[in-house]
C-alpha cells in the first residue's frame, strides 16, 4: 500500500506535467500543490486543466483558488456537523455527572 506521501508526490508530478504541457512554468504546478494541498484536490485541478486547456496562468490560479475554497468550505461544514452532533448528544445525555441530594 502506498503512504501519503508517495501519492501526494506522485499527484503533484501528475499536476505539474499537466500545467507544463499547457505551456505555463513548473513552478505554477509546484506552487498550486502547494495551495491545494490534497492529492483529491490536485486531481480536481488536473482534470480542469485536461478539459479547459485554460490559456491564461489567470485562469488556472482562479480555478486554483475556486477548488481550494470549496474544499475549504467542506472541512469547515463537516467540522460543524460534528460540534452539532456533540452538542445534540450534550442537550440528550447531559454532563454524565448524577445529581446526588442527600
Excluded: C, Q
Excluded at 504541457?21 to 513552478?27: M, Q
Aim: glycine content about 4%; overall charge negative.
Amino acid at each position: 500500500m502506498e503512504t501519503k506521501h508517495i501519492i501526494w508526490n506522485r499527484t503533484k508530478e501528475e499536476l505539474v506535467k499537466s500545467i507544463e504541457r499547457l505551456g505555463f512554468p513548473a513552478e505554477l504546478g509546484e506552487a498550486a500543490a502547494r495551495h491545494l494541498g490534497s492529492p483529491k484536490a490536485m486531481e480536481r485541478m488536473i482534470a480542469y486543466l485536461d478539459y479547459v486547456k485554460p490559456r491564461k496562468e489567470e485562469l488556472v490560479v482562479d480555478e486554483m483558488l475556486a477548488i481550494r475554497s470549496e474544499v475549504d468550505a467542506w472541512r469547515e461544514k463537516k467540522a460543524s456537523e460534528e460540534a452539532n452532533i456533540a452538542y445534540n448528544e450534550l442537550l440528550y445525555y447531559g454532563l454524565g455527572v448524577e445529581d446526588t441530594e442527600d
